[in-house]
């Protein structure tokens, strides 16, 4: 053992990851070289052929059939590996376009001139007089998602500890830069900072105790290690219980949720869009494949633990959602919510089996796909409701916006519709898609909690909508006009929602085709 | 038991989706056109609905050229989910049933539309109260249409957004707006029933198609059956405003009169009787869900006509009513394939009588500056010819008067009750008694004695555009149970798989009785009503029925004690949890923005140690959950 092995590293099948990663350090460079009257631009120009470049690939990977596990076994590309990375690069592209928005905020981006400066200072006042920018978060959210690609194809515990921390800091400091309503974003960023830090802890040290029960880090072995246990099961157990806390935590589950208001509260809106899809996303995905593939054998142990999760969350996230008043806090609680149905599916996903294809994986990554492009429309749509103090959040000052700007109206009742899982929308196809998997999984008892849990938040939000259309318009609000780097993401996000509402079929097969991680 | 065999669709018939589409597209116009369509945009809906009613009869008249056999028509439409297990097209199904539906809800939703024009002239927003009514069309015709549950579902939950939208049309009256509110909210527990069934034909049969139940209903494990039914039975439910589900409806009438009659008269209401019918293959098969239908439509029969005999709100009068006459056709669906013609048979003659009395309603209202009060009504028959005729057209079908429409179908449904089961039968009876006692009251108080009108009120017939639809309304409530009632039997057999049955010309002894039992109630009725003044304040009354009557025999409360307050409660205590734990620290953050005092960073400190106490705790309480999965 003492001989060193030559690492091996296939390139081109990774390089998707990898070319993202360059694209984030690209933008590092030119943060440092390039003049601040350019860095805008350049790194709109990055981000653009970084995460294009990356999508490029990736297809051009899927049509070669390219697969297996790399990189000395700490990561799979699979089909679940696929459609993730496809997600979350096209949600990663779309939510950046909401980052370099500046029409809305008279030439002004969502963030801080001067995130360093403290909040009201004259160093503050002078930062926003020269027009100064961050372009930094570009950059940043470039290295976030890099992160969450490795976090979701992970297959040994190290790497996926890695990946967590290095999609986690970028957003922690992304969440505390917010132009307006500076104490609150910085408030945001501390407490999600040591609360992560806090879940990272538990991540850890039940990493270690999942090492003494199997003797390696790597998925394969854990999961042999459960077929033929040398150790006690408590140690398994408990590194189980204390994983799950570390990944409940960013999937935003109760009673790890505390962070989720009050984060996407502070928040720039740009970057609760990109949490809330995205990092729900990877933490969802690397969730799904730690518990499939490591503990699979084991299901009969974190099962039950899961569901109770799965109903705190629904009932906790829908409960509150109902009495917010201000729409950033309601979609935070909403996402808590679509937190607890997507783990539903995680649920009953294990007892599916190869000759049943409703495949739970398949239906994660459905309800994941709709729910991402309703989100990052609603944010984009959060972001250009404003009044002169910049975004108007209370939900009394969005009465009447559907009347002065029907479509504006439309698409964000139609986005609100597929988040309450109404028909010929694509958050109903999710939701029977999760539900049946958890049905044909057999905990038909928590497909009916999820239904009633369901039923109740579609008043949620068809009370928004409501106020929009039938109340009378509030003073001084009104939908600002933004660049097509707003209006795209939104586009795209009731097209795409309306698509898998009505079409559904070409996307499930594609997901069904492609829903088994390697092991 | 019978399968459901179709044929392809061929010429007209493969336009039958235009049947739906025309009124959609039309509602989406009129939604989206701002102020263009503001002048005449209602004859838009006009049209849409009357050529929605053109391709409908079309239909009917091909159908009826059609062998019997030949009748019942597929129209795919497209593959709407195909994943593994399942898959759900998207299609049309065509058949005797669905037909007769369709005729229902585009002829008597035109005229409904036509009277509109004239009752809705002088409303400022006229334009979005016609793209809601033809939105409701496209729904409903959508529901009836469907071929497999799940595409019913959709329609099912457009026809319940209209429905909400509609009642809480006058927005700016609190009631209207609690109104729709409760109707959603009630609607939404019987939607709980109508997910869950499906989930359970998709777990069971691997489909949702009307074909692939009616084909594996047969061989389902009883168990499932009933669960099945029931589930169906708890969504036809809250549709229908059939008890516990029913106290929607009598709110549902803060809604502009029209609304009143298509919606909660004609058509919506009805839904749950067309769902029990469609799924008769499940109820063959479930005796219990069967007889659990039957229970349900008896108890509100007879709930819907206490709530009638003592309400002075015509509106509501004709509203418990309603729920007593879907009673009837949900007991006569719950008898089985004795009972499924003539459930369809009331529902059709019910909504040509009952539209045409809710509109009448409306045109007593329109005379009377929208005072529902009928204790302020009286000696209205002078001054309203046309209405005073056409509504007494109503009072003597809903009645059963010999030879008009309700005189055949409720007398039906009568006899098949008496034959499942004389307990049953004599409810249905008594219904009948109270059904003529309390449109006799209506009648009186609101036409007949001397005129109590309020001070400035001069009542006057309505425009002819609302007279007109008054009058082919009356029509057919007299001549509508002549038209069918020899040939729905046969006509339905194929599609429902009731038992055709002969019908004697004579009245049996059971149709005399109840014959003698509805004179009774006119005559009670009369001689409370028509031989007394009616006060013009409603007595105080300790009268137990009538207390209990003018309450909707506390719905309201057994749903307040049952549901209302422990939900509120739950989420008041979860809201407690969330501002002292969550609220605190942001909401104290925003508040001192300016201030930046040392209060915020002590707040923002106990903030973060209750947080990770919080998760502390939840890491013990997955501690707790894994070992007790492990203990059992």
Redesign the interface.
Known sequence: MNQIATPTFEWMPLAPVLAVLLAACVGVVVEALVPRAYRFVSQLGVVALGLLAALGLLIVNYFAHSSGIMAMGSISLDGPTYLMWGSLLVFGLLSMMVFAERTLNNGASAFAASAASV??SVAEAEATAARHEHTEVFPLALFSLSGMMVFVSATDLITAFVALEVMSLPLYLLSGMARR?R??SQ?AA??YF??GA??SA?FLFGMALMYGYAGSFDYRAIDAAVLAPTYG?GLL??G???M??GLL?KIGA???H??V??VY??SPTPVTSFMAICTKLAAVGATARFFFVALGADR??????IA??AVLTMI?GV??A??QTDIKRLLAYSSVSHAGFILVAVVGATVATAN????SV?SILFYLLAYGFATVGAFAIVTMVRNSAGEAHDIDSWSGIGRSN?VIG?VFALLMLSFAG???TGGF?GK??V??SA??GGYAWL??VA??AS??A??VY?KVVVRMF?AESAEGVSVAKASLLTLVPIGVGAVATLYLG????PV??LM?ASSVFLR | MITLETVAATGVFSLAWLMIAVPAVAAALLLVSGSFFDRAGHWLAVAAVALSFGIALWLFIAMMAADPEQRAVGVPLYTWIDSGTWSISAGLLIDQLSILFALLITGVGGLIHLYSVGYMAHDPRRRRFFAFLNLFVAAMLLLVLADNYLVLFVGWEGVGLASYLLIGFWQYKPSAAAAAKKAFVMNRVGDLGMTTAVMAMLALFGSSSFEAVNAGAGKLDPAWATAIGLLLLLAACGKSAQVPLQAWLLDAMEGPTPVSALIHAATMVTAGVYLVVRSNAVFNVAPIAATAVVLVGTVTLLVGAWIGTSKDDIKKVLAGSTMSQIGYMMLAAGIGPAGYAFAIFHLLTHGFFKANMFLGAGSVMHAMDDDVNMRHYGALSKVMRITFLTFSMGFLAIIGFPFFSGYYSKDHIIEAAFHQNALIGWAALIGAGITAFYMTRLMLMTFFGESRWREGVHPHESPKIMTIPLIILAIFSVIGGVLMNSWIQEWLEPAVGNHVEELSLMPSAIGWATMGVVALGVAVGWFFFGQRRVPEEAPVSKNFFTVMGRNDLFGDTVNDVVAVQPTMLAARGVVVADHTMIDGGVNGAAGLLAKLSTQTRRLQTGQIRTYALTMSLGVVGIGVVMILSQLG
């Open positions: 909040p009201g309503r104490l609150l408030e501390l407490k040591l609360l806090l879940s538990f099961h157990l408990v189980t219980g204390l799950a806390v935590f109760v009673p790890f505390n962070w208001p009050d509260v502070g009969w142990s974190w099962q039950p633990m109770v999760i906790v409960v509150l109902m009495s049943d294809p409703a495949s398949a029907p439309a109404i028909p010929l196809i029977w898609e539900f049946a049905w044909e497909v009916v239904v009633m039923l109740v579609a008043y068809l039938f009505l079409f559904p079929g499930l097969d069904t």
